[in-house]
């Protein structure tokens, strides 16, 4: 079982670079057993056109390295305290994707302006508050999933219907499903952050999506499951 979950996760990590979502290896994706006690993910620094599913790293939820020659991403504390608090993420990616970077970077949230937006997130893409220097002090990358869960937490918003959040200063995380589903979630997420900067310059007073609009796109089906099978009768 978790040679297949190797192939989807090493899979996934080669679309970073066929989505045109990272520069050099600034990105990693994971996935979850189904039993939610292991992970698989990217090992750290390894190019992309290098990568084979016998490489991909797996890890216990608890943290340890499970037979593996390579070291893990640099954010595996990150994907694991994600794993840990959303049940519904089963596949994560952390990407540096241009336009949703600028906005992590400028601590701006991405407002719901739109439909596709709302097919994918259902409300404004949140960005996290810094790390305090204590917080990078006792140990950066765990810190750093803590905070995407306060952030969730405090802000009473659903990791279910948003599964994407922008860290300060640094880049988005984004979830869903399975891994593939996780990076459709971030090639949504790049392409509304691309609209979003530059509806700043048209119209910087564009209003959210009205509430009843935004609910009917949450309500539909994508992906896979939309196309076969159930039919989105009008
Ligand atoms: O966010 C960062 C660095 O800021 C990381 O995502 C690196 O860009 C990739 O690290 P590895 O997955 O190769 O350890």
Not at 28 to 36: T, Y
Not at 98 to 124: E, L
Not at 205 to 217: D, Q, R, S, T, V
Request: proline residues 8%.
């Amino acid at each position: 079982m978790l040679e297949q979950l190797r192939e989807q996760v090493c899979k996934a990590n080669k679309r970073l670079v066929t989505e045109n979502l990272v520069t050099l290896t600034w990105g990693n994706v994971s996935g979850i057993s189904e039993d939610r006690k292991d992970i698989v993910i990217k090992p750290s620094g390894v190019p992309y056109d290098e990568l084979t599913p016998e490489q991909m790293v797996i890890v216990s939820i608890d943290g340890q390295v499970i037979d593996s020659p390579l070291r893990p991403s640099s954010d595996t504390p990150t994907h694991l305290e994600i794993y840990r608090h959303f049940p519904n993420a089963n596949g994560i990616a952390h990407t540096h994707s241009r336009y949703a970077t600028i906005f992590a970077q400028a601590r701006r949230s991405i407002r719901c302006t739109g439909t596709t937006h709302a097919d994918h997130f259902r409300g404004d893409i949140p960005v996290t508050r810094a790390l305090t220097p204590h917080e990078v002090e006792s140990g950066y990358e765990h810190e750093t999933g803590r905070l995407i869960v306060e952030t969730f937490r405090e802000n009473q918003l659903d990791p279910h219907c948003l599964p994407a959040i922008l860290l300060a200063g640094h880049a988005p995380f984004v979830w869903g499903p399975c891994p593939d589903r996780a990076m459709d979630n971030s090639v949504a997420l790049e392409a509304i952050a691309e609209m979003a900067l530059h509806l700043e310059l048209l119209a910087p007073n564009a209003p959210g999506l009205e509430a009843h609009i935004l609910a009917k796109h949450q309500s539909r089906k994508h992906g896979p499951d939309a196309y076969y099978g159930q039919t989105n009768t009008p």
